[in-house]
């Protein structure tokens, strides 16, 4: 399948006829990713990670696309009916003709004060890891981890460490929009070098390249 990078989180995978879209937040290209697309998989309720008006206007323009994500978000989502489904950790589903499995439940902490909201990760086609805003290793064999490398809520050694103990064979980085080229350069060479020796290999996608997973 093709796997194709936009501005930050989201991400779509196209097989054949069949699209599904992760996380169409407000810093990508949430209506180009969108375009055609038979389902959107959201991992949680922040903006960067949900562009609520393109997706309305994608759902209204598509009356076959579907929606699976935390119950706050399927919530805020009710013009859909029944076309949006509440997802929890462990559960296993066919989105689009795609399998997914979920992860997690919670997103990483930001601060005490901050309140913490749902967080889903989801592993596509058995093979693609997107944990959303959290560091939860999935219990699953993964082949290809989209791996967080900036956010309010993480450094660097975490997202080194969070590359290494998922054990996939090859990382490309999402939530990365937020940070200079100099700060992620620097990170990226640091990953590049360390979990090369774990049998990882790093690759830096721009927005909107694909590559085949």
Same mark, same amino acid.
């Given at each position: ?90 559960? +296993?589903? /066919?989105?689009?003709? %795609?399998? $997914?499995?979920?992860?997690?439940? @919670?997103?990483?902490? &930001? #601060? ?43 450094? +660097?050694? /975490?997202?080194?460490? %969070?590359? $290494?103990?998922?054990?996939?064979? @090859?990382?490309?980085? &999402? #939530? ?38």
């Amino acid at each position: 399948m093709k796997l194709t990078k936009y501005t930050h989180a989201c991400v779509r995978f196209d097989d054949g006829d069949a699209a599904v879209v992760i996380d169409p937040g407000v810093f990508s290209e949430a209506a180009l990713a969108l375009d055609g697309a038979d389902a959107v998989l959201i991992t949680h309720e922040h903006a960067d990670h949900l562009d609520a008006a393109a997706l309305r206007t994608a759902a209204e323009s598509n009356r076959s696309l579907r929606v699976w994500a935390p119950a706050a978000v399927a919530g805020s989502l009710s013009y859909l009916g029944g076309r949006v489904t509440v997802v929890d950790p462990g559960e +296993a589903f /066919e989105a689009a003709g %795609f399998s $997914i499995q979920s992860f997690g439940g @919670q997103h990483a902490l &930001i #601060h005490p004060t901050i309140p913490t909201v749902a967080n889903v990760g989801y592993l596509v086609n058995g093979v693609v890891y997107h944990p959303g805003d959290s560091f939860t290793v999935p219990t699953e064999p993964v082949q290809t981890l989209l791996l967080p490398t900036n956010a309010p809520w993480s450094k +660097a050694s /975490e997202v080194i460490d %969070f590359a $290494i103990a998922v054990r996939a064979a @090859q990382a490309f980085q &999402i #939530h990365d929009s937020l940070i200079t080229s100099v700060y992620a350069n620097l990170v990226e060479g640091m990953l590049t070098g360390i979990v090369a020796g774990f049998g990882l290999e790093f690759r830096h996608l721009e927005p909107t390249e694909s590559v085949t997973v």
